[in-house]
């Protein structure tokens, strides 16, 4: 009814509008010539490289996969002279109006050397392929397994039926229509930051943000979420423009704001999905199920976003679905690729699972001759 209040619709007196610039390169090292022209220009408040931000802590991942240890491979609120993904950030830019910010964003001098990168989790894990990060041999970022191998290569050994199939559970853009944004501001007297800002939880993000990244009390920042227009989930990780925003309404004593438009949205907010996976049934001639074997690859980017390890670890978990499989194995490798880092999209693994074992059902009712609705009857 027009009767919302967005983040674009808080706009504090006197607020600079700000920039994100970006890499147009998958991978690459960098060098920023120069940006004393980029200041010089009019309306031009603030401008933030990476060496400007090595006081922020890395942007964490919070979360890892039992049994696994994780390395974390670091990411910086500004890539400081490596870019691993199109749209990896290196310089914020603030200004009196969007438009001078964008001029000044532009006027950046910037040496590029592009590096051999990889897209595509298969390709990542195949040999030869150029690694994302040095010191991740094979570009794998973690391995796990359920269930019992032994037990399960057993029941596939006696099947009467095997059916086999590949998927793919590509990978997804939000595209909510509430782009991202934040407006930060600074109170010198309480040295106290407010950030306002589209969420799933506004204490997830100030604990990551305030706490993690910009080594804060708690009590020094709050965070404020108004009205959400779409993209609950992927509104719900700590993002670099949140950390960048606050450093630079300090800088400049004034309000920032950042609002993403629409191709930003597709280089700079964490993406959904993304997984391949090769799925196996064994069935007696009854059509009764004996066992399940999974394979999945799981493509998490260049980084590992906020949450992302943990969401192909619990869709695997749940791969078996409704259905009374005695014994199943599967496997979930995830790899890294120079792609823009992947986290929960909806459900958070649960989709994924719940499209392999269907599809798998659907193929096997399919193949053997049984109506799919009677495969189900007779295995739930």
Known sequence: RGAGRYVADYAPEDTGHAIVVRSPHAHARFRIANLARAKA????????????????????????????????PPCPVLAIDAVHHVGDA?????????????????????????????????????????????????????EVSFGDRKATEAAFAKAAQVVSLKLVNQRLVTNYLDTRGVVAEYDAARDHYTLTLGSQGSHAIRDVIGV???????????????DVGGGFGTKLFAYREYALAAVAAKATGKPVTWVADRTEHFLGDTHGRDNITTARLALDRDGRFLALDVDTIADMGAY???????????????????YDIAVCFIRVRAAYTNTVPVDAYRGAGRPEASYVIERLVDAAAREIGIAPDEMRRRNF
């Open 212 to 226: 993690q990244v910009m080594g804060l009390a708690p009590e020094q920042m709050r965070v404020v979420t108004p």
């Open 90 to 142: 290196v310089a914020f830019v603030v200004a009196d109006t969007l438009d001078q910010a964008r001029d000044a964003a532009e006027a950046i001098a910037i040496d590029w050397e592009p590096l051999p990168h990889i897209v595509g989790a298969e390709a990542a894990l195949a040999d030869g392929a150029p690694r994302v990060w040095p010191d991740r041999p094979g570009n794998l970022a973690f």
């Open 304 to 322: 590992l976003s906020t949450y992302a390890p943990y969401i192909p670890y619990i869709g695997a978990a749940m791969l078996p679905g409704v």
């Open 41 to 72: 220009m009019p309306g031009v408040r603030a401008v933030l490289a990476g060496t400007d931000t090595t006081h922020l802590g890395l942007m964490p991942c919070v979360v890892g996969v039992p049994g696994q240890r994780m390395i974390v």
